[in-house]
């Protein structure tokens, strides 16, 4: 079993930046990819950004490329995401998620509890 806590959510206005917290307690010297995932109100849970276990592989979703950046510390068990140039249209609940690869991430049955992200414009 691997515990996922989010943090570092909150309300700031359009241009502002925030850096989200995922850590990981349990069962967390398995080799896991991480990724983050976010649910407007009223649209289906997406993809934003994942990393390997080694942090040598990041994907990213189009409408994120080059504003968040994805990263891990391994020995903190915990991955961050640094959001920059945040835009009305990332305000989402924020959710963390752990996986043995990034291709079947969104089915893992490791998930946090989601931050909430609100971007004023």
């Known amino acids: 079993q691997v515990q996922l806590v989010e943090s570092g959510g909150g309300l700031v206005q359009a241009g502002d930046s925030l850096r989200l917290s995922c850590a990981a307690s349990?069962?967390?010297?398995?080799?896991?990819?991480m990724a983050w995932f976010r649910q407007a109100p009223g649209k289906e849970r997406e993809f934003v950004a994942g990393?390997?276990?080694?942090?040598?592989?990041?994907q990213y979703a189009d409408s994120v490329k080059g504003r968040f950046t994805l990263s891990r510390d391994n020995a903190k068990n915990t991955v961050y995401l640094q959001m920059n140039s945040l835009k009305p249209e990332d305000t989402a609940v924020y959710y963390c998620?752990?996986?043995?690869?990034?291709?079947?991430?969104?089915?893992?049955?490791?998930w946090g509890q989601g931050t909430q992200v609100t971007v004023s414009s």
């Open positions: 998620a752990a996986g043995p690869s990034l291709a079947t991430i969104f089915k893992s049955e490791y």
């Open positions: 990393i390997t276990w080694s942090g040598q592989i990041t």
């Open positions: 349990g069962r967390t010297n398995s080799y896991y990819a």
